[in-house]
């Protein structure tokens, strides 16, 4: 049997599992950003937060996935349900880039518009709200384009605590040493990534702020 | 622009003789105890323009900032409409003054439009008020309303960029200008015509106006007074006449310069 026939035969479930794993990603994706933008602003503001919360998001970044997902098991509530561990885990995963470009966006705003906004008696919220956060926009996108990207890879090994999503393939071809199987996970997985890649820059491009 | 809403907004109860802008052994130093500006003792009358000329770093645009709050004095007091710029509510302050800097710090996400009617509508004007206004002030500074409204600020040339600068500052129309190196980024040709329509301006509004800059053709062009910085202090005061007989060194080598020039032109 080849590669298509199988997909043909089975495109109910992988249907299925492409979107259990966009819910996955999707999810965890605001999640991220609700938290990772404001942390981001405080980044900018307060100088000296910037190292404990970029430190922090880093850590995150560095513990291998599949140990994250295990360590949150015995968390109350969040160990309840195995998508509430995957959620969890992969909006970690994706904080970083967001923080990290929020507060890029925002430093990177011209300090004479900056200047020029408070001087003409925008409250601090008002420069933030309607200057700011604005002119970073693009650069905050590329920050949720690229966390997207890693968190659709990494929410494959969500199937490893029963989450759901493509995954499940990958994991039971790998014990089945079945590489179509493999292959109906991965694959749709990676067109997933690009899929998001494209939308996300088109976006990205839209909001360019324009240079003067 | 009309006599009476100058006299709604920007004439207040105080008495003709008294300074709008008022300097008191104002001082201002940085946390780290480097003293930009030094007793600085100086009043403004009311619809007069003074000149703050100076080298780069002298402490003008320092000056400046102490007057809407932007900075606070670390030692006497700066007054503004005869009360100390600290039992004032910062933002209340800045909308009733103008400002215009030299990078102008135009909004490249807002149009002409959306730029220049900034402080009304943080003021929550009426839409057609704003509509009416904005129209005025293209007017104002000598730019066609259809042409340029919905323009962007990348789509400007510097000069039209510092008009928009200007109409922005006078928006809700002010009793105070502070300029900051207004006309500082312009090419030479763009900053002569800019500064004649300026001062054609400054006829018409009768604002209280307080000008940095470190062009002395500019301070005698615009300035009702001119007061000379330097190593953060106020080094003489002159009015544009008595500015040319100075005595005083740095004044002095303001004065060489022109003159040098001067004789370029003369009889040759």
Redesign the interface.
Known sequence: MNLLEYFARHHREILQATLEHVWLVGIAMLLAVAVGVPLGVLVARRPWLAKPILGGANIAETIPSLALFGFLLPVPWLGDRAERIAIAALALYALLPIIRNTAAGISGV?A????????????DR?ILLQ?EL??SFSTMLAGIRVATVLTVGIATIAAAVGAGGLGEFIFRGLAMVNNQLILAGAIPAALLALVADFLLGVCERRWQ???? | MSADTDRTSGRSSLPDSQPVIEFRHAGYKLPNGRVLLHDLNLAVQRGETLVLLGRSGAGKSTALKLINRMLEPSEGAVLVEGRSTLERDPIELRRRIGYVIQEVGLFPHFTVEQNISLVPRLEHWPEERIRARVAELLQLVSLDQQEFVRRYPHQLSGGQRQRVGVARALAADPPILLMDEPFGALDPLTRAEVQCEFQELQRRLQKTIVIVTHHVAEALLLGDRIGVIDAGALVGLYTPKDFMSATEPVTAAYTANVRMFEKLEGPG
């Open positions: 011209d004479a518009i900056r200047d020029a906004a408070r001087g003409m008696g925008m409250t008002q200057v604005p002119l702020p324009a240079r003067s």
